[in-house]
């Protein structure tokens, strides 16, 4: 059990993720010739548990169809990474969070297709049922408990020939998801469920997520 699994979904656990991310000295990382993006670390209660919102891309996508996500996008000109995040979060799976519903942020991630990306927690006090996710963009909406994101053996790390980094992957319960939503799922975990300081921009992603 995570050690914020006895806490239920009420301001005294948002208070206590804030604290949590608060302690954290973020690192952002320099945009340079990358293109910004940011997503959505989305805390919601699923069947009375501390859950976040996880997506299956549409399958008629031309980048990375079916695949595991978090909601979000490309920051469009004029916005920050917070209010994209929440943007991506209405358009993809029709949820409509208000501004104050952004708890902190976590590390940049910057993958090889050329994006950094700035993870953003958001607290959803709504009812997840009546999600209705964007079909041309999102196949099915997910939640993956804290309970789950904190066992032991979710974090895999592996090798390949390509690469000379590690790997992150994590093994859950809806399936195996890999970075670079991999690395911000570990780092949710480590920062926001545990309070542990850990980086994530050294790990890289699976040869399949290159392009």
Known sequence: MS?????????TTRRHIANNIEAFEVRPQPLDALRPAAVALVVVESQGQLALLLTRRAG??????GQWALPGGRIDPG???????????QEEINLDLPKDAVVGVLDDYITRSGYRITPVVAWADTDIAMLSPNPSEVASVHTISFDDLARPDAP?????PESGREIISMQLEVDQVFAP???????????V???????????????FAWR
Do not use: C, K, W
């Open 60 to 65: 008629t996508l031309r980048a990375h169809s």
């Open 181 to 191: 939503t991999a690395a911000m799922l570990f780092q949710f975990r480590e920062v």
């Open 156 to 160: 895999q790390f592996d090798r390949i």
């Open 3 to 11: 050690p914020l699994g006895n806490l239920s979904f009420d301001e």
């Open 79 to 89: 916005e920050n990474a917070e209010t994209a995040a929440l943007r991506e979060v």
């Open 193 to 207: 469920i545990f309070g542990r300081p850990t980086r994530v921009f050294h790990y890289d992603q699976p040869r």
